[in-house]
């Protein structure tokens, strides 16, 4: 399984998760979108219905009647009734039950980098998990670090 550490610049997360959500769709893939932070999903919810001005991307918050037909479900919890096997952790905090899923997307800012630095660590030794490190410049692009 694959984790994938990004380390948030100057634009928040709601910013920047759209368009990584918008290639896993198009490519037929679901997405489990976790925080424990209700404002940080209400921003994203909102992130996603205008992510386009011509279109918008499909998503609902748990708990609501379709949640299995959701592509991309935004939740409280690493649980995921849309069978998602992408998971993409917001508030910075790491769940090991992202380590269930195919992919898991880690999002930390300047304030969560010292869980990060420990979510890191303790997957040095995990097998089966391969770890990439990602930082977000000025311009607003991705660059591998590690």
Request: net charge negative; aromatic share 10%; charged share 25%.
């Amino acid at each position: 399984m694959q984790v994938d550490f990004y380390q948030l610049g100057s634009r928040p997360v709601e910013q920047v998760l759209p368009r990584i959500a918008e290639r896993l769709v198009e490519s037929g893939a679901r997405l489990l979108v976790v925080s424990g932070i209700e404002a940080q999903l209400a921003l994203l919810d909102n992130a996603l219905w205008g992510w386009k001005p011509d279109s918008f991307l499909p998503h609902a918050i748990a708990d609501g009647v379709d949640d299995a037909g959701q592509p991309i479900l935004l939740s409280f919890t690493p649980e995921a009734p849309n069978g998602a096997r992408n998971i993409a952790l917001i508030d910075g905090q790491w769940r090991d039950q992202a380590l269930d899923f195919d992919r898991a997307f880690h999002f930390f800012d300047g304030e969560t980098v010292e869980a990060a630095r420990a979510a890191w660590r303790g997957l040095n030794d995990r097998e089966g998990v391969e770890r990439r490190y990602w930082a977000l410049d000025d311009d607003g692009k991705w660059s591998q670090m590690a």
